[in-house]
């Protein structure tokens, strides 16, 4: 019995000496600075389900380095740089959405931040999700100051898919006033989206307050209207206003509805009551409001992205007069372009010509380019802020910047570089306007490129549509909102029929989610729903619009194939390839081969040659052929992946390869008519990455049945040299002509940008040599020189010049 005793106590003793040292290291998450322990740090509290936040700060500073700040318990703070290693660095560079860090900083190298030093101590091992997953001294616990801030620098290399955008966003205290709307004042303005008149209103608590007018100005209306999706401000009509607050005054100390004894009216009820009754349609909202005045007074230069960033004074709870004399603010705004159609006005906003967003997936985001000398240009991200950003969304009929995205966020470009350094003060008509500083080969790369996500109008095209029984909420049959003849409203399907990616692009956008990576013609594995009418068909879009009622469809339903098993559905994606010829490469490399018909049987078979061949006296005679080579590039924002799996792939014996897709680009050469003189066309029997920019791996390549594709930041290059990558020109006559090659022409594969799919080059022939001009993506110039360039000289009569 004693010995038993005696093992529990020498057990019980060995648990207490493993133990006790370890509750003493423990260190509890605190607030406020205390001493440093010299205890061993430990992991952070449990991480809270809302993903954390962090961004890269500071000046000056490229988009892939700056000072680490972490946005916790709603305030963004730094983390100390005791302790700090590259592994921590690797951990927050991968939460950006860079693929590792090359370096970190130390003693605030890009500046001192403000706030909270949130963690101290930090201890990564490398392979963490997040920092808050690796062991600290705790949130808030540091002895640190703001001079010891640890910074990173990450490789300039994103993760491919990364869905996070390396936002620079408004460092403004949100708390105060998080959200902002126009209520309409007249009843009949409710029905129509969007708003561009009535009471501004802040979210308070459950509920919705007003702003007191007193001292109100146009500067502040410029920001509520920027933030609400629209360019500019109006003037209000306050006399109309002021009639208002009146009215509703005289209602409130009216005198109750006298009655006769005979249950009648007397001839003064008659009279309110007849007042009551007129105008129904005009009913007034500001009558029936009881107004909760939240800001006493808003003090806006203009410039600003959000109110909250304005200085504001909030109305103290025991004030006597929240509002006295005034009234709720009311303002009116400027709609952009696209925005006019329920608006009522005659005179539309003129927008930028020289400016545009490209790349984005939806209405009013995208890569900033600008026009210089007739040729489109992107924008360096260096300094690259909300205000530049503001700037460029107002200018195209947007309101401001909601987010201003570096290192080629939207995509990368393949022109000039027109920009770095931008300094815009927020009030220019123009990024034209603005500050900037020379380029140098040295100072940016495409993959800085900057790029815009603007604020627009709130149209409701998202309560029309919804998508039902996919595995993900970005899959699904599409199915649309219809109202009959008595106004009763009901779900139905879209005839699939001829439903392709470009509609699925329309449907992804109008849904909010993202790009279109697949339309689909059936899905009946998607039969969640009791929806079975087909109340749509025909539906043809270009590919731009905001909803699908925007695009052509048949005013009566008319689908073949009715069953629901066939309505239209779509797979949307976050992300997209992009992929983009080298326009330059192939006019370096274009030359005239007279190629043996012997030595063309392969490509005979794959239908490489025109069809007078078929007439030929084969072995014998020759075919003449225009040869060139073909570099064509991936700048979106995903790989650029066959439709169709390997499994369903197609062998051709006679080159001994597999085609992954039929037709992956087709080779043109028109005439002045734009009637096609001789075409080719290209399968691609290996799609894989030749090579990458620097610090990119390969993934793709087709040896040994491998997998096909284009990595971003690669490209694939169709040498000169291989069959079918030529055009058949034995039939053509001398003359001029323009040489077209369009990538993924069936739009068989989504991409994020299909208008630089083209590329144009002017053609010279002199029926024994051939020369190539102008050679150039088909979005890449303005109007007026892509009109220029369609009257080459010469071509209007097919004679050489």
């Known amino acids: 019995m004693d010995k038993s005793r005696y093992k529990q106590q020498l057990a019980f003793s060995l648990l207490l000496w493993f133990w006790l040292p370890y509750c003493l290291t423990q260190t509890t998450p605190s607030n406020t600075a205390t001493s440093k322990p010299t205890s061993t740090p430990t992991p952070s509290p449990s991480p809270r389900p809302e993903r954390l936040k962090v961004r890269l700060a500071g000046y000056p500073r490229k988009h892939n380095e700056g000072r680490i700040e972490l946005f916790y318990k709603g305030e963004w703070g730094t983390i100390c740089d005791d302790d700090f290693t590259i592994a921590n660095a690797h951990v927050l560079c991968h939460h950006l959405g860079f693929v590792s860090a090359t370096g970190w900083t130390h003693s605030a190298k890009y500046g001192k931040g403000q706030g909270k030093i949130w963690l101290d101590n930090v201890q990564c091992h490398g392979g963490e999700k997040s920092i808050e997953f690796c062991k600290s001294r705790g949130w808030g616990n540091s002895d640190c100051t703001h001079d010891e801030d640890a910074g990173v620098v ?3 290399e994103r993760i491919p898919g990364f869905v996070d955008s390396n936002v620079i966003d408004a460092q403004v205290d949100e708390n105060k006033v998080e959200e902002v709307r126009l209520r309409p004042v007249v009843g009949v303005a409710k029905k129509k989206l969007p708003i561009t008149e009535g009471v501004v209103e802040v ?10 007018d007193a001292g109100w100005t146009a500067k502040n209306t410029r920001v509520v209207c920027g933030m609400l999706g629209f360019p500019h401000e109006r003037k209000v009509n306050k006399n109309f206003y002021k009639r208002l607050k009146k009215r509703a005054a005289e209602k409130v100390s009216r005198p109750k509805v006298n009655v006769s004894a005979g249950g009648r009216q ?18 007034l909202y500001l009558e029936r409001q009881k107004n909760n005045f939240l800001l006493h007074s808003v003090a806006c230069t203009g410039t600003e992205v959000h109110l909250a960033a304005c200085p504001l004074e909030f109305n103290k709870p025991n004030a006597t007069s929240s509002c006295a004399g005034g009234m709720p603010a009311v303002i009116s705004c400027m709609p952009g372009p696209l925005f006019m159609q329920n608006s009522g006005l005659k005179k539309k906003l003129k927008i930028s010509t020289n400016v545009r967003l490209k790349g984005g997936a939806k209405v009013g985001e995208g890569r900033v380019e600008v026009l210089k000398d007739n040729v489109w240009g992107t924008v360096c991200d260096d300094r690259w802020n909300l205000l530049s950003a503001s700037v460029v969304c107002r200018e195209l009929g947007f309101g401001s910047a909601k987010e201003a995205l570096t290192g ?27 500050p900037v500083k020379n380029i140098t080969s040295e100072n940016c790369q495409h993959s800085e490129d900057a790029a815009v996500r603007c604020n627009v109008p709130y149209m409701g095209l998202e309560t029309s549509i919804r998508i039902t029984g996919g595995r993900t909420r970005y899959e699904g049959r599409v199915e649309v909102l219809t109202s009959d003849p008595n106004g009763t409203q009901s779900w139905g399907l879209i005839c699939g029929e001829n439903w392709s990616t470009k509609e699925a692009m329309v449907a992804c956008r109008q849904l909010g989610l993202g790009y279109a990576n697949q339309g689909l013609q059936e899905t009946w594995y998607w039969d969640s729903s009791n929806v079975t009418d087909m109340v749509m068909s025909g539906v043809k879009c ?4 905001m909803a699908l009622s925007q695009c052509q469809y048949h005013k009566t339903v008319s689908c073949q194939r009715a069953a629901a098993k066939f309505a239209a559905g779509v797979i949307c994606s976050e992300t997209a390839s992009d992929l983009v010829l080298n326009a330059s490469l192939v006019e370096q490399t274009v030359y005239i081969e007279d190629r043996p018909l012997h030595m063309l049987y392969c490509a005979a078979e794959e239908d490489c040659l025109s069809k007078s061949a078929a007439k030929a006296n084969w072995p014998y005679g020759h075919r003449r052929l225009l040869r060139f080579s073909s570099q064509i590039h991936n700048i979106g924002r995903a790989d650029f992946k066959p439709k169709a799996g390997r499994h369903s792939w197609v062998w051709h014996a006679c080159h001994g390869h597999y085609h992954s897709m039929d037709i992956f680009t087709h080779y043109d050469l028109l005439n002045a008519n734009g009637t096609k003189v001789a075409e080719g066309h290209k399968a691609s029997f290996c799609l894989e990455d030749t090579d990458c920019q620097e610090g990119i791996s390969k993934r793709y390549e087709c040896a040994n049945f491998g997998d096909q594709g284009i990595t971003v930041g690669c490209w694939d290059l169709y040498r000169h040299d291989i069959d079918c990558q030529w055009i058949d020109i034995t039939d053509v006559k001398p003359g001029n002509y323009i040489m077209q090659v369009v990538i993924n022409p069936n739009y068989e594969v989504a991409e994020s940008d299909f208008t630089n799919n083209a590329m144009k080059c002017n053609c010279k022939y002199d029926g024994h040599r051939i020369w190539f001009h102008n050679c150039h993506i088909g979005d890449a110039l303005s109007e007026e020189a892509e009109r220029r360039f369609e009257k080459y000289p010469g071509q209007l009569n097919n004679k050489i010049s």
């Open 154 to 156: 990450c490789k300039d």
């Open 203 to 212: 979210k308070y608590k459950d509920g919705w307050a007003q702003i007191c």
């Open 266 to 283: 007397t001839p003064k009820a008659k009279a309110i009551t007849k007042s009551k009754q007129s105008s129904p349609g005009k009913r």
């Open 408 to 434: 080629a966020r939207m995509g990368q470009g393949m022109g000039p570089i027109y920009m770095n350094e931008v300094k815009c003060l927020g009030q220019e008509r123009s990024i034209w306007d603005c």
């Open 542 to 545: 270009t590919g731009n619009e």
